[in-house]
């Protein structure tokens, strides 16, 4: 891994990969790093919460480990499991051979040839490039007793599996866990980590973003783009887009070749950055224009 040696050179090393980072965010990814601490990240979906794993990971050169958190997800399924169809071939094909020695059996079908790793038990192994970064995404989607388990293993780093026994990494991941905040996860794992809360960017940092993911875009453009995305957040919409959508909304206008913003690409488009009908449907008609009126009223100097 580069010695991290400064903030300032967490934010060039995130650059570098396109991730534009704010000092605040920066500071916790070194202290991170620093004291081997998991980052627990909250926020809106589409603020970059994800991405800072994949840039950290291409930054530092570590392996990315991703667990994806849904509704009932358990341990066994975060850790390992084994190889049952693999297993029963083993155990077909021993006893058509006969004179099978059931306890060698038995210790081959539960060692590591029939092991199959899931993301957590994955985070545990010795890489040669280092300890991976382990991405724990939408802790929020999962519910309590998975929770407990977590607190558990990212406690010692450690699992255990019944047929081979405890399992500790020889060295601890780098940790970053999402959330979407769509329930409140137990402040016992919270103080685990080192939090923080990502906001939408303000304007200044929103283009530096877009300059940096879709730098082919003429800056006339990007300006209207982020000055409308926002002021649609202004609006009481049921999901405002996040940055995610402010990019994707910039690239689907590229691949049209516009220009600049009017009402009618506006409403064309409007399925880029807006994913509910509801919101679409409050921005028929005049709304549209009213709406890039006062962006483009925004990037006037004072």
């Not at 519910?143 to 780093?157: I, N, Q, V």
């Not at 689907?252 to 516009?258: F, I, K, N, S």
Request: proline share 6%.
């Amino acid at each position: 891994m580069q010695n991290i040696q400064s903030i300032d050179h967490v934010q060039r090393l995130l650059a570098a990969e396109g991730y534009v980072c704010g000092r605040p965010l920066a500071t916790v990814v070194f202290l991170a790093l620093r004291l081997g601490r998991p980052i627990f990240l909250e926020g809106e979906a589409g603020v970059g919460k994800t991405e800072i794993a994949k840039a950290l990971s291409s930054a530092l050169g570590r392996s990315l480990i991703r667990l994806q958190c849904y509704e009932g997800l358990d341990a066994s399924s975060a850790v390992y499991e084994w190889n049952f169809a693999a297993q029963m071939v083993a155990i077909r094909t021993a006893e058509a051979s006969g004179g099978t020695d059931r306890g060698a059996l038995q210790e081959e079908l539960f060692g590591p040839d029939y092991l199959v790793e899931r993301p957590l038990l994955k985070a545990m192994q010795p890489d040669p490039a280092g300890a991976p970064v382990l991405l724990i995404d939408e802790l929020d989607r999962t519910d309590e007793p998975f929770e407990a388990f977590l607190l558990e293993a990212l406690s010692d780093f450690q699992v255990t599996i019944p047929e081979i026994g405890t399992i500790k990494a020889p060295q601890p991941p780098i940790v970053i866990v999402t959330s979407n905040r769509t329930r409140e996860v137990h402040d016992a794992l919270k103080r685990r980590c080192l939090y923080h809360w990502v906001d939408y960017p303000d304007f200044d940092r929103e283009m530096a973003i877009l300059q940096a993911r879709a730098p082919e875009a003429a800056e006339s453009l990007s300006r209207e783009v982020v000055a409308f995305v926002q002021r649609l957040r202004t609006e009481d919409l049921f999901k405002k887009p996040g940055v995610a959508e402010t990019i994707d909304w910039a690239k689907c206008l590229l691949a049209l070749d516009v220009l600049t913003l009017s009402p009618e690409v506006i409403a064309d488009t409007l399925g880029a950055v807006l994913k509910y009908q509801d919101d679409i449907a409050k921005l028929q008609g005049s709304e549209a224009k009213r709406l890039l009126d006062e962006a483009r009223a925004s990037l006037e100097p004072a």
